[in-house]
């Protein structure tokens, strides 16, 4: 059967685009598009030639090269703390980084140039391996860097890791655990098979198999591990190895043949580099190649090659001054627009959301990717069948970056601004928010608006009635139990057995949970009324400034703008809100059902450590939420910001951090670890 015409056309048009955009890397050194972008299309081209062999010629782009369980996990201190490496991001970095290590070593009175090994930074788990007399005791994971959890149990599974040592030595040495991409793909085949989820990456299902209480689903995962440092080392009197006395090498390049010669499996691709020059060089080659490796690599580990001048930088609070972790840019990939559909928000207002192929990217399956608003569409001329570039870096949201016209065929068609919207109800009129991009419903009570305020009302930034998800709360709606937020506070045990799969123990379960929630503090009250352009941050600041909710309803536009971070449009969203008949007769119901706590204004009359500090978070927390970090800031006197500036004093790095910390690292704010973060607020 003959490949359709439409199939035949796309790969004639991703050979065309592969090609040139090949000539232009390579031989006028151009980088239009990003390698991970160009690596995509490559990709799609493959693929097609795989379902459609009958169409691969032999100037083909990919034709030039043929080719016993445990109950609960305990905790256990680190006998050496552990720390995490700063971060950089280009060549400007890591010239500023060698220039810091040059001078303090200037200053101490030592050579200053001294040369680096390079390491890959495998994208994996952390974990702290220890050994007595040669002989496996103890693995255990990272924690806040002072406390882990005992993982032996499964760390033994792992065929990588050797039991006893080539010598009979005391050892600390720490690692990376991690799922080879290999066995990423037989597990996700085997979930298939069985019809059950896939999973989204490699790195995510390494940290929940290393947690896994039972050690024989664990051997059945393979995971491996790269070891790359010794943290302590202790050997019997008069050890020799290899015709030397046995002890901590001179170098970080012979620590790492030394962990090999005792039996630890090490990444084989470290390199000595004379200079910060061969360093960006390495970076660069191996941003190239990573994908061919059999694990996620996110980055180059860069530390000064000798131990005397490691000795002598030591470390900061947060990380050593002799190593950084030199990332690699945001992964890129390309995938097709199938459609542009709109989706009403809570507040009534439309957002364009691009609906794509499916694409792997920054280590996660994409399938949608916001175009915030109309004249955005117009400034990427986005169109329903495009080859765009998608990218998605840290804890940023996927994003479209740009759209390869040259991949158009004629058939991708423009996105036409409606007149009328359905979802907003009542003929479905819409109309453009003054003095800002963005259309709203002119009906502000429509079906959706509401079902999207309940699941905002039970979400855990504003009233967190848990076990009363989006499920529960569609089935209430169509149940006609709930309409307003009040109705949830007046829900019997009889009303909700009478509903499909709503089990006794389960609605015993949502009553409790949403009894917890009766006392709640003004600001959560004030992130639950979906006010137009009041989000979390907005709403503490309220509740620093007003002493109840009947002081805010009574604020006028003047006072509201006095308040630092409500500007004109917030204050006169929040004015407008009260105003209005409807939302303040919802109000009055709710409140019947309530207690508001008065927490806030504690915090504002507590003269607290963190008093006048404004924070920013950044990155996954490891032994706290962001929510929870949030909170104990707010109680003690700081105030918390989603954007990185001049006036931000910390910005809180937890693991994979986003674009705020090299906003941080440019501006010169100070960057706590997790467990700085920790010891500033006990």
Same mark, same amino acid.
Request: with cysteine; charged share 30%; glycine share 6%.
């Given at each position: 059967?003959?490949?359709?015409?439409?199939?035949?056309?796309?790969?004639?048009?991703?050979?065309?685009?592969?090609?040139?955009?090949?000539?232009?890397?390579?031989?006028?050194?151009?980088?239009?598009?990003?390698?991970?972008?160009?690596?995509?299309?490559?990709?799609?081209?493959?693929?097609?030639?795989?379902?459609?062999?009958?169409?691969?010629?032999?100037?083909?782009?990919?034709?030039?090269?043929?080719?016993?369980?445990?109950?609960?996990?305990?905790?256990?201190?680190?006998?050496?703390?552990?720390?995490?490496?700063?971060?950089?991001?280009?060549?400007?970095?890591?010239?500023?980084?060698?220039?810091?290590?040059?001078?303090?070593?200037?200053?101490?009175?030592?050579?200053?140039?001294?040369?680096?090994?390079?390491?890959?930074?495998?994208?994996?788990?952390?974990?702290?391996?220890?050994?007595?007399?040669?002989?496996?005791?103890?693995?255990?994971?990272?924690?806040?860097?002072?406390?882990?959890?005992?993982?032996?149990?499964?760390?033994?599974?792992?065929?990588?890791?050797?039991?006893?040592?080539?010598?009979?030595?005391?050892?600390?040495?720490?690692?990376?655990?991690?799922?080879?991409?290999?066995?990423?793909?037989?597990?996700?085949?085997?979930?298939?098979?069985?019809?059950?989820?896939?999973?989204?990456?490699?790195?995510?299902?390494?940290?929940?198999?290393?947690?896994?209480?039972?050690?024989?689903?664990?051997?059945?995962?393979?995971?491996?591990?790269?070891?790359?440092?010794?943290?302590?080392?202790?050997?019997?009197?008069?050890?020799?190895?290899?015709?030397?006395?046995?002890?901590?090498?001179?170098?970080?390049?012979?620590?790492?043949?030394?962990?090999?010669?005792?039996?630890?499996?090490?990444?084989?691709?470290?390199?000595?580099?004379?200079?910060?020059?061969?360093?960006?060089?390495?970076?660069?080659?191996?941003?190239?190649?990573?994908?061919?490796?059999?694990?996620?690599?996110?980055?180059?580990?860069?530390?000064?090659?000798?131990?005397?001048?490691?000795?002598?930088?030591?470390?900061?609070?947060?990380?050593?001054?002799?190593?950084?972790?030199?990332?690699?840019?945001?992964?890129?990939?390309?995938?097709?627009?199938?459609?542009?559909?709109?989706?009403?928000?809570?507040?009534?207002?439309?957002?364009?959301?691009?609906?794509?192929?499916?694409?792997?990217?920054?280590?996660?399956?994409?399938?949608?990717?916001?175009?915030?608003?109309?004249?955005?569409?117009?400034?990427?001329?986005?169109?329903?069948?495009?080859?765009?570039?998608?990218?998605?870096?840290?804890?940023?949201?996927?994003?479209?970056?740009?759209?390869?016209?040259?991949?158009?065929?004629?058939?991708?068609?423009?996105?036409?601004?409606?007149?009328?919207?359905?979802?907003?109800?009542?003929?479905?009129?819409?109309?453009?928010?003054?003095?800002?991009?963005?259309?709203?419903?002119?009906?502000?009570?429509?079906?959706?608006?509401?079902?999207? *305020? $309940?699941?905002?009302?039970?979400?855990?930034?504003?009233?967190? /009635? @848990?076990?009363? !998800? #989006?499920? =529960?709360?569609?089935?209430?709606?169509?149940?006609?139990?709930?309409?307003?937020?009040?109705?949830?506070?007046?829900?019997?045990?009889?009303?909700?057995?009478?509903?499909?799969?709503?089990?006794?123990?389960?609605?015993?379960?949502?009553?409790?949970?949403?009894?917890?929630?009766?006392?709640?503090?003004?600001?959560?009250?004030?992130?639950?009324?979906?006010?137009?352009?009041?989000?979390?941050?907005?709403?503490?600041?309220?509740?620093?400034?007003?002493?109840?909710?009947? *002081? $805010?309803?009574?604020?006028?536009?003047?006072?509201?703008?006095? /308040? @630092?971070?409500? !500007? #004109?449009? =917030?204050?006169?969203?929040?004015?407008?809100?009260?105003?209005?008949?409807?939302?303040?007769?919802?109000?009055?119901?709710?409140?019947?059902?309530?207690?508001?706590?008065?927490?806030?204004?504690?915090?504002?009359?507590?003269?607290?450590?963190?008093?006048?500090?404004?924070?920013?978070?950044?990155?996954?927390?490891?032994?706290?939420?962001?929510?929870?970090?949030?909170?104990?800031?707010?109680?003690?006197?700081?105030?918390?910001?989603?954007?990185?500036?001049?006036?931000?004093?910390?910005?809180?790095?937890?693991?994979?951090?986003?674009?705020?910390?090299?906003?941080?690292?440019?501006?010169?704010?100070?960057?706590?670890?997790?467990?700085?973060?920790?010891?500033?607020?006990?």
């Amino acid at each position: 059967m003959a490949a359709p015409k439409e199939i035949q056309e796309r790969i004639n048009k991703l050979r065309q685009t592969i090609e040139k955009y090949r000539y232009e890397y390579h031989v006028l050194d151009k980088s239009t598009i990003s390698p991970e972008a160009l690596d995509s299309l490559k990709k799609e081209l493959v693929d097609l030639e795989g379902q459609y062999p009958e169409l691969i010629t032999s100037d083909s782009p990919t034709q030039r090269v043929a080719g016993e369980p445990l109950k609960k996990f305990q905790k256990v201190s680190h006998k050496i703390a552990q720390w995490s490496f700063n971060d950089a991001f280009n060549e400007e970095d890591m010239t500023a980084f060698d220039e810091r290590v040059k001078n303090f070593l200037r200053k101490a009175g030592l050579n200053e140039n001294p040369t680096y090994t390079c390491e890959l930074k495998i994208d994996g788990l952390k974990i702290v391996f220890e050994y007595e007399n040669g002989i496996l005791v103890t693995a255990a994971t990272r924690g806040d860097g002072r406390v882990g959890e005992d993982v032996t149990a499964n760390v033994r599974t792992i065929d990588a890791v050797p039991i006893r040592l080539n010598k009979s030595v005391d050892i600390i040495v720490e690692g990376e655990c991690f799922l080879p991409k290999s066995q990423f793909q037989i597990l996700n085949k085997r979930q298939l098979k069985n019809d059950e989820e896939v999973y989204a990456n490699p790195r995510n299902v390494a940290a929940g198999t290393i947690r896994q209480l039972d050690p024989r689903i664990v051997a059945l995962r393979k995971l491996d591990v790269f070891v790359y440092d010794i943290a302590f080392l202790r050997v019997p009197l008069g050890t020799i190895f290899k015709g030397a006395p046995l002890g901590i090498p001179p170098s970080q390049k012979e620590e790492l043949e030394l962990l090999q010669e005792l039996g630890f499996k090490v990444n084989k691709h470290f390199k000595l580099c004379k200079n910060i020059d061969e360093v960006v060089k390495y970076w660069k080659e191996w941003h190239d190649k990573k994908d061919k490796q059999d694990y996620l690599i996110d980055g180059v580990v860069v530390k000064v090659n000798e131990k005397k001048y490691q000795d002598a930088l030591g470390y900061t609070g947060k990380a050593p001054r002799f190593g950084i972790a030199l990332k690699f840019p945001a992964e890129q990939v390309t995938t097709v627009v199938g459609d542009i559909v709109l989706q009403v928000g809570r507040t009534g207002v439309l957002t364009p959301v691009a609906h794509l192929r499916p694409a792997l990217v920054a280590g996660s399956i994409v399938s949608r990717a916001t175009l915030h608003n109309e004249d955005e569409i117009k400034r990427l001329d986005v169109r329903i069948g495009d080859t765009v570039i998608l990218q998605k870096a840290g804890d940023v949201i996927p994003d479209i970056v740009s759209v390869l016209k040259e991949m158009r065929t004629g058939k991708e068609r423009e996105f036409v601004w409606p007149k009328f919207v359905s979802d907003c109800g009542e003929g479905g009129e819409i109309e453009r928010i003054t003095g800002q991009a963005a259309w709203r419903c002119k009906n502000k009570n429509s079906f959706i608006q509401k079902k999207r *305020k $309940l699941y905002h009302f039970a979400s855990k930034h504003a009233f967190d /009635i @848990e076990n009363m !998800g #989006p499920k =529960v709360v569609d089935a209430l709606l169509n149940a006609e139990l709930i309409a307003t937020y009040d109705d949830i506070f007046t829900l019997k045990k009889g009303d909700l057995l009478a509903l499909p799969r709503f089990a006794e123990k389960s609605v015993d379960n949502l009553l409790s949970s949403i009894d917890k929630t009766r006392n709640i503090t003004l600001s959560r009250l004030i992130i639950s009324l979906s006010i137009p352009q009041v989000g979390e941050e907005t709403a503490h600041l309220l509740s620093k400034k007003f002493e109840s909710i009947e *002081k $805010l309803k009574e604020a006028k536009m003047e006072r509201l703008e006095q /308040i @630092e971070g409500v !500007g #004109p449009i =917030v204050a006169e969203s929040i004015v407008s809100w009260f105003k209005d008949k409807e939302n303040i007769k919802i109000l009055n119901k709710l409140l019947k059902h309530i207690k508001i706590l008065n927490h806030e204004l504690g915090i504002m009359n507590y003269a607290g450590k963190l008093k006048g500090k404004t924070f920013v978070l950044t990155g996954t927390l490891e032994n706290m939420s962001r929510d929870e970090a949030k909170e104990k800031i707010r109680q003690l006197g700081g105030s918390v910001s989603s954007s990185v500036s001049r006036e931000t004093d910390y910005v809180v790095a937890g693991e994979n951090p986003g674009s705020k910390y090299g906003n941080a690292i440019k501006l010169g704010v100070k960057i706590l670890s997790e467990s700085e973060f920790i010891n500033l607020i006990k």
